[in-house]
């Protein structure tokens, strides 16, 4: 069975880093891309970054210069690291898996990524 599983979040203070996981089971990472989404409390889920099966990379304006995407197909596994964390980047961070139409470049946020985690908790508090 397809499985996303994401972890590494938790409490950090303002300014701090954190590296969020998002390991496969079930199938190959290889070509599929890799979306990260985020939803705060009360908010809609957002489109934070995301990385083609060949490894071009977007972000959101929001995050640009301080998170990074990365994968490692020997490993299963999509990366997202943040730093210079932000009380406004808090909330439960998801990955997401398509496979098919982002090959050259990805769309943050897009409605496309089909295979989604379950989410893990980011809480960026003093």
């Known amino acids: 069975q397809l499985q996303l599983v994401e972890s590494g979040g938790g409490l950090v203070q303002p300014g701090g880093s954190l590296r969020l996981s998002c390991a496969a089971s079930?199938?190959?990472?290889?070509?599929?891309?890799i979306g990260w989404f985020r939803q705060a409390p009360g908010k809609e889920r957002e489109g934070v970054s995301c990385?083609?099966?060949?490894?071009?990379?977007n972000y959101a304006d929001s995050v640009k210069g301080r998170f990074t995407i990365s994968r490692d197909n020997a490993k299963n596994t999509v990366y997202l690291r943040m730093n210079s964390l932000k009380p406004e980047d808090t909330g439960v961070y998801y990955c997401a898996a398509h496979l098919g139409r982002f090959t050259n470049y990805c769309i943050v946020g897009s409605k496309s990524f089909d295979y989604w985690g379950k989410g893990t908790l980011v809480t960026v508090s003093s």
């Open positions: 990385i083609t099966s060949g490894g071009s990379t």
């Open positions: 079930g199938f190959t990472l290889d070509y599929y891309a």
